[in-house]
């Protein structure tokens, strides 16, 4: 049977590692992950939720919305914030590609989630915010 | 997360223990900036054998740690990249630039050498 949740936290960086081990422990209902897989799952999850702290809020306050939905093999994450959004979301995902050179990010967050995951899509809105869907799948369902 | 500072010779020894993010990498970057401005340090070398977890932010600072060390006319080494935390330092490129090595023994001669 699919399984869900629903949290919503305040955009804190102190949030970032209960984010990403909430997740993984989730994705656990979709099957047996290697630790190298729940890993990369923790690690996209990162990616996604410090981007809304840093880009989507300018680390003022706000909102994510973070969801999980699981099925027999595969997980998808949807991290929501309703922030600045982003102008142009073909040239955020290019790798390197940063903002906020002063402050050492080293625009790699999408590139990592696109790595670390399977499907990433990015849909976001100027003014209204951003949302992050990613989707993982077990390697053995990848391979049927 | 944990970080220790140590000095072996010129090289300034930093070990993180737990998990590196966003939350944590003010603290990292302040730690080691303030030993660098004390200018006893040439090198630095990462030990990373605890460290389970890092992201891109964690990255970030290790890479301007990077070029202040690199522009000095020092270098960085790392030990022990811990497996949760290898393949993101590898997809960096990071091993080009501060190779890892399999004990501090082995990257404190590396870098001295």
Known sequence: MDNWFELRIPALSQNVQFARAVVAQFALEAGDWSLVELNEIRTAVSEAVTNAIIHGYHEGSGDILLRGMVSPGSILVVISDFGVGIIDVEEARQPLFTTRPDEERCGLGFTVMESFMDEVEVESTPGQGTIVKMTKYLSFSVKQ | ?113
């Open chain 2, 1 to 113: 997360m944990e970080i220790e500072l140590k000095y072996r010779g010129n090289v300034l020894v930093v070990t993180l223990k737990g998990e590196l993010d966003q939350h944590s990498a003010d603290r990292f970057r302040d730690n080691v900036e303030k030993e660098l401005d004390k200018e006893i340090a040439m090198h630095v070398l990462f030990n990373l054998s605890d460290l389970t977890f890092m992201d891109s932010s964690g990255l970030g600072v290790i890479l301007g740690r990077y070029r202040r060390v690199n522009s000095a006319g020092g270098r960085m080494a790392a030990c022990f990249v811990h497996p949760s935390v290898e393949r993101l330092y590898n997809m960096a490129g990071l091993p080009r630039i501060i190779p890892s090595y399999d004990s501090e023994v082995h990257a404190l001669a590396a870098l001295k050498g």
